[in-house]
C-alpha cells in the first residue's frame, strides 16, 4: 500500500474507533479527503485506496483536478468548500457536486440558476459560524433557519445539512461543546420540517469530538496528505 493509502487506512480507523466511543454506526460517518494543494496524482492514489469523495478550497484548483482525472469523473465526488465568491459560482455549478460554503442566499440562487439541468441537483450544505469568529465565514445561528428555507425552495438546489468550522479549542471537551451547538442547530432546523442528512464537521485535529458530537462527514486533509506543500497563486 502507498503511503496516502496507508494514512487513508489509518483515518478510517480513527473515524470507526471514534464512532464505536461514541456508540454510534461508522456507517454514519463519511469521509471527506481535503486534496487542497495536492496535484491529481495525490488523488488519484487515494482513489486508488479506495476514497471516492474530495474537497477543494480553491476553485480554480479544484477545476484543474477534475478536468485532469476526467477518466475517473464517474467514480469520483467533488465538494467545493472554501469560501465561494459571486464570480466563481458558474463554474462550480457546472462541474462540483457539493458545495459546503453556502451563507448567502445570492450565492444559493446564483448556483441554483447556473446549475446544467441535466445535471442532479447540486448538493448543498448551509455554513454556520457557530462560535462567533470575527474572521470566520458564514451565517449566525439566528439567521440559519429563514436561510435554509430559502435554500430549500430553490429548483436546482438539494439542501443537505449545515457545515461549520469553529475556532481550535483546546481539549476534546472544549471542541465538542463547539460542535455541539453545530449540532443542536442542525437538529433544529430539521424539527422546523426541513429534512437534512448531513452535519460537516471535524478535521484531522478534532475528528473524534466531532463525530462524538454528531458529525455525519468530517473533513480530513492533513492526516491524509501530509502538511500543506504550497498555496495556489491565484486562490478563489
Given amino acids: 500500500m502507498t503511503m496516502i493509502g496507508d494514512d487513508l487506512q489509518q483515518v478510517n480507523n480513527r473515524i470507526a ?15 471527506l479527503a481535503v486534496s487542497k494543494t495536492f496535484g491529481a496524482e495525490a488523488v488519484r492514489e487515494a482513489h486508488a ?14 477545476l484543474d483536478k477534475i478536468e485532469a482525472l476526467a477518466d475517473l469523473r464517474a467514480h469520483l465526488e467533488w465538494h467545493c468548500i472554501g469560501p465561494l465568491q459571486s464570480n466563481k459560482t458558474r463554474p462550480v455549478a457546472e462541474h462540483f457536486d457539493w458545495v459546503h460554503s453556502v451563507d448567502r442566499l445570492k450565492i444559493a440562487e ?23 469568529g470575527v474572521n470566520k465565514s458564514g451565517v449566525t445561528p439566528d439567521e440559519a433557519l429563514p436561510l435554509a428555507q430559502a435554500v430549500a425552495a430553490l429548483p436546482q438546489l438539494r439542501l443537505r445539512g449545515l457545515m461549520a468550522i469553529p475556532e481550535p479549542a483546546p481539549d476534546f471537551a472544549a471542541q465538542r461543546e463547539l460542535f455541539l451547538r453545530a449540532h443542536a442547530l442542525f437538529e433544529s432546523i430539521r424539527n422546523s ?20 458530537a454528531g458529525s455525519t462527514m468530517v473533513r480530513v486533509g492533513t492526516a491524509i496528505f501530509g502538511g500543506r506543500a504550497r498555496k495556489p497563486a491565484n486562490p478563489a
Fill in 193 to 212: 420540517g426541513i429534512e437534512l442528512d448531513t452535519l460537516s464537521l471535524g478535521m484531522s485535529a478534532d475528528l473524534e469530538a466531532a463525530i462524538s
Fill in 17 to 31: 474507533q471514534a464512532c464505536v466511543t461514541a456508540g454510534r454506526d461508522p456507517a454514519g460517518v463519511r469521509l
Fill in 49 to 62: 485506496a479506495g476514497q471516492s469523495a474530495f474537497g477543494e478550497n480553491y476553485v480554480q484548483e479544484g
Fill in 110 to 132: 446564483r448556483l441554483s440558476a447556473q446549475r446544467p439541468a441535466h445535471l442532479p441537483p447540486l448538493n448543498v450544505c448551509l455554513q454556520v459560524n457557530v462560535d462567533g
